[in-house]
């Protein structure tokens, strides 16, 4: 599955060949988004990436400070869609792990080295809220071990922090399992209908059936098909069980009523 954010992707470096102790009475200098590109800068790109976009309106969102002592502060913008294997099986209870995988394409790490800043590697903004999860937090970790070279023995510079993501179950709640459980109970209704009115009982049970059937499915349509079971298809099986089991109830008391009678009938 896939997710996708907007982030500002900040880099910090040394590059000791634009020190400039003596030139300037400020700090650092701040460059037109013109001259950026004739500043080295890594070439980090994202593993997980499916597509990805830069921010260009009005001027195009990047800055670049170099400060006097050569330290340069690089920022972009950008839009991502990233790639996140989730495990469904506890789905719509899940919690998952989504990562976003920063590695350098082309040199390794006797070369170029990354590191998360010690200090609030990544920011949340705290009005952040997302429609179908919560955040839970996150952690950074290095992957120089996960990803190795396919042209020798070399590793290239890789970092990775990994989002905390608990879904939110209000909506499941009110979508899927009231309507469910009420689905089921209106279908012991018919336990309370009199066994001669065939044709209520019969419309009932068929009705709550195909009723629970129909949301089944509604339930899974947005979910990518995956070949083992998950917790909604272990509620929904039991409620179409209910279902369909007060409908068979239905079916065995109007035969057992029906023996009854011509038993009577013979004896009289």
């Given at each position: 599955m896939d997710y996708t954010i907007t982030i500002y992707l900040r880099q910090k470096w040394v590059d000791s060949r634009l020190q400039f102790p003596d030139y300037n009475k400020s700090d650092w200098l701040e460059l037109d988004t013109r001259r950026i590109s004739d500043v080295w800068v890594p070439d980090t790109f994202f593993r997980n990436e499916k597509g990805s976009s830069f921010h260009n309106v009005t001027v195009p969102n990047r800055l670049v400070h170099i400060h006097k002592d050569g330290t340069i502060n690089y920022s972009l913008k950008l839009s991502l869609t990233l790639g996140c294997s989730m495990n469904l099986v506890e789905y719509p209870l899940d919690s998952q792990e989504c990562p976003i995988v920063l590695q350098s394409y082309a040199y390794t790490k006797d070369n170029v080295v990354f590191q998360w800043s010690d200090i609030n590697p990544i920011t949340i903004p705290n009005d952040l809220t997302l429609p179908t999860f919560y955040i839970n937090g996150f952690y950074t970790e290095d992957?120089?071990?996960?990803?190795?070279?396919?042209?020798?023995?070399?590793?290239?510079?890789?970092?990775?922090?990994?989002?905390?993501?608990?879904?939110a179950i209000g909506y499941f709640i009110v979508q899927v399992y009231i309507?469910?459980?009420?689905?089921?109970?209106?279908?012991?209704i018919s336990f309370w209908i009199d066994?001669?009115?065939?044709?209520a009982r019969i419309s009932l049970g068929v009705l709550t059936v195909l009723t629970m059937t129909t949301q089944s499915s509604g339930a899974q349509s947005s979910l990518p098909k995956v070949s083992y079971v998950k917790a909604i298809d272990v509620w929904m099986a039991m409620c179409l069980f209910f279902v369909f089991a007060s409908?068979?109830?239905f079916a065995y008391v109007n035969v057992m009523t029906r023996k009854r009678a011509k038993r009577i009938q013979m004896e009289k």
């Open positions: 992957c120089l071990d996960l990803f190795e070279s396919k042209y020798g023995t070399e590793n290239f510079a890789c970092i990775r922090a990994n989002f905390k993501l608990d879904r309507p469910s459980m009420l689905i089921v109970i209106l279908s012991w066994v001669e009115a065939v044709p409908l068979l109830e």
